[in-house]
Structure formats: C-alpha cells, structure tokens
C-alpha cells in the first residue's frame, strides 16, 4: 500500500508529493515561534528531559494534521537532537536556534554498511592540532536535507570498543558534507537522506560532549526517541480507531453486528 492510500484508510493527512523536506521546517518553525518546543521539556529546559505529557499532546496535535515524516522531523529533534545538544553544549547557537524553531538538526548515527550494529560504524573523526578531519557516509538520516546542523557519530579509533567514538556538531554547510536525499516515497516531508562526509574540516571545539562519550550519550538519549515513538504509536492508534468507528458507524448494519463491535472493543482495549 502507498503511504497516501495508507494516509486516506486511517483518516491521516496525505503527504505532499514530490517534495524534499520543507514542510517539516515550515512546521518546525511554526512550533518554535509558539514556543511549543520549549514547552515539551520539563520546566521548558532539554536538560532536564522530555515532559512526557506535554510532549505526548504536541505529537497528537502535529499526528492528526501533518503528514508522518513531518511529525518524524520533529520527533527525532524534540526527544534526541535537542537534549544531547543541551546536556554538552548548553550555550551553543545550534541548541538556541533549534529551540526557537530557526535551526534544523540531524542526528546522524546510522553508518552505511553497519546500519544497527553502531560499533561497526565506518565514519571517522581524525584529530590534528586546533581541527579536526570527518570521513564516511551516514545513511537514511531524518532532517538530512533540510539541516543547518548535524550531529554526527563517528569513530575515534579503531575497534568496537564502547569508548571508540565522538560526537561531532557539524554546519551543513561546511566543505566536503554532501546532501543526498533517500529514494523513497515513504516518510516525505522528513528530509530523510544519505549524508557524505568528505574531508570535512572542523574546529575541534565541534567534538562535543567529551572524548569517548559518543555512545554512552547516544544510549541516553536514542532511550527518550523509543519513549517519543511510543507516544506517537499511541496517537496514531486512537485517530485510526476514531476514524474506523466512524466508518462503521456510517454503514450502519456493519455497525449493528456483534462481532464487528467486539473485534473494535478488543483494539480499542488494546490500544
Ligand atoms: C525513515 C527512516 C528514518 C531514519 N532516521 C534516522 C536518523 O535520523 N538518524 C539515524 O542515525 N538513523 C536513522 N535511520 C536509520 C535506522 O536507525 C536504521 O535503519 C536502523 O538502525 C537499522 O539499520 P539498517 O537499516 O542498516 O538495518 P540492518 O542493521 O541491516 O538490520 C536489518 C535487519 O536485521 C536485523 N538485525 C540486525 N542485526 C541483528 C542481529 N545481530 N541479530 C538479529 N537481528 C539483527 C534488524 O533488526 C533488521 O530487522 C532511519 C531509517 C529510516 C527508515
């Protein structure tokens, strides 16, 4: 099934074909200006994580209107991007912007070749002197072709030791980063894309959150994207039982049948 007739089924919103990204940062920025963002951490500051209320009500909202990559756009930022960036660079201008709804950032974890297996991940962090080089590819990255920032998680040294890897924030704009976006229809609207790290310079100011630390913070705060996930399935569940009841109730003698009624109060139930 296509996501649009899937999206037409369960009463959700079609996504805009054809397009690369654009109406997750319209919306990003929507949220940002109604200081939404802010509001799904807990006293408004990432740092001290998700309000797992509030952030269940924005995902809601944004999962009965906006197309699904749309709300994958937001969900990676809100429940991983944001906190990760506030617990190791708490003044940055990425953390400041991507608040305010200004900046978009990738989280870009998933290595070509390795993909789940993270300590197989190919991409390097090379330092030398006040710089530092990046070299590899991440694939299937949400935000990829509508970032201003990627975080990127690449390898220190060799070997899948737990201590191997950094967290590097990069402009996306930066020399050597190259932009390709997924071939899918599935999930338009969520800038998902390949993203080619050539000999990209950086400050090694742009290391963040300690040598070594990459996979432990990736641990932390990959946790909160699971619970956010959830939060969303549990949205995306209530609008299609509501929109199936709507159905059935329309077609009144479908309605009437016993079954019918206990196979929806058992998914009701479920849910
Ligand atoms: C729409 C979309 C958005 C994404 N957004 C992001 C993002 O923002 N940032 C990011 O970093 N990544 C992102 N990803 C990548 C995603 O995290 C990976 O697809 C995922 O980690 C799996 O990697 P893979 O696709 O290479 O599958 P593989 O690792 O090749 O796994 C393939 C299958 O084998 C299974 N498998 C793998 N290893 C084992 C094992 N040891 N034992 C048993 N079964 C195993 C897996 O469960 C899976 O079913 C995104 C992917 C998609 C599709």
């Known amino acids: 099934m296509s996501e649009t007739t899937l999206s037409r089924a369960v009463g959700a919103p079609a996504p805009v074909p054809g397009d690369a990204g654009a ?29 797992v ?24 930022q809100l429940a991983t991007a944001l906190p990760l960036l506030a617990e190791t660079v708490p003044r940055h201008e990425a953390l400041h912007d991507g608040l305010a709804g200004r900046a978009v950032i990738a989280l870009a974890a998933t290595d070509s070749g390795s993909g789940s297996d993270l300590t197989g991940a190919q991409t390097t962090v090379r330092r030398d002197g006040s ?6 590819t991440k694939r299937w990255i949400t935000n990829a072709t509508t970032a201003d920032w990627l975080l990127v998680l690449a390898r220190r ?18 020399p050597g980063v190259r932009v390709e976006p997924a071939d899918t229809d599935l999930f338009t609207g969520s800038g998902v894309g390949h993203v080619h790290l050539d000999g990209v310079r950086v400050g090694s100011d742009a290391l963040i959150g300690g040598s070594g630390r990459g996979l432990p913070l990736f641990l932390r705060h990959i946790a909160v994207e699971r619970l956010a996930g959830g939060l969303w399935a549990t949205a995306v569940c209530r609008r299609v039982l509501s929109a199936t009841r709507r159905w059935l109730v329309g077609r009144e003698p479908l309605w009437e049948r016993e ?12 849910a």
């Open 23 to 51: 109406p997750a940062r319209t919306t990003w920025a929507e949220l940002g200006a109604a200081d939404r963002i802010r509001a799904a951490y807990r006293d408004g500051r990432p740092e001290r994580g998700v309000a």
């Open 157 to 174: 040294r060799a070997g899948p030791h737990f201590t191997n890897f950094d967290w590097v924030l990069v402009a996306a704009d930066t």
């Open 53 to 76: 209320e509030a952030l269940g009500e924005l995902l809601t909202e944004l999962d009965a209107d906006r197309p699904a990559g749309v709300v994958l756009s937001a969900c990676v």
């Open 131 to 136: 710089e530092a080089e990046i070299n590899g």
């Open 259 to 270: 079954g019918v009624r206990l196979d929806y109060a058992r998914a009701l139930v479920r």
